[in-house]
């Protein structure tokens, strides 16, 4: 069993910078494809970026292509999102999850859910 742990979350201004980090522990052997979600209040949870098992590919929602940046460590044990050019709609909870499936954005194919870390970004 793998559990997963967000960090780095917190307040910053519109136009501003944020890093989270997604750390592994556990069973974390496994090839598997890492991605990173967010859920605002009154939505549902959406797709925000992925990583495949290698980091040779990532792919993006199209409301962060340019601004986002997935990646993850040579150990495989942790996953970063770089948050550039911040907005206020990116204020959300950000969660991250694993799947067997390759280069997918369905939530359902993810699981090892991890607790959140809230982002803020003030006007």
């Known amino acids: 069993q793998v559990q997963l742990v967000e960090s780095g979350g917190g307040l910053v201004q519109a136009g501003g910078s944020l890093r989270l980090a997604c750390a592994a522990s556990g069973r974390t052997r496994s090839s598997y494809t890492m991605g990173w979600f967010r859920q605002a209040p009154g939505k549902e949870r959406e797709f925000v970026a992925g990583?495949?098992?290698?980091?040779?590919?990532?792919y993006y929602a199209d409301s962060v292509k340019g601004r986002f940046s997935i990646s993850r460590d040579n150990a495989k044990t942790t996953v970063y999102l770089q948050m550039n050019s911040l907005k206020p709609e990116d204020t959300a909870v950000y969660y991250c999850a694993r799947t067997l499936r390759v280069l997918t954005t369905n939530i359902e194919d993810f699981g090892s859910w991890g607790q959140g870390t809230q982002v803020t970004v003030s006007s």
């Open positions: 990583i495949s098992w290698s980091g040779g590919s990532t």
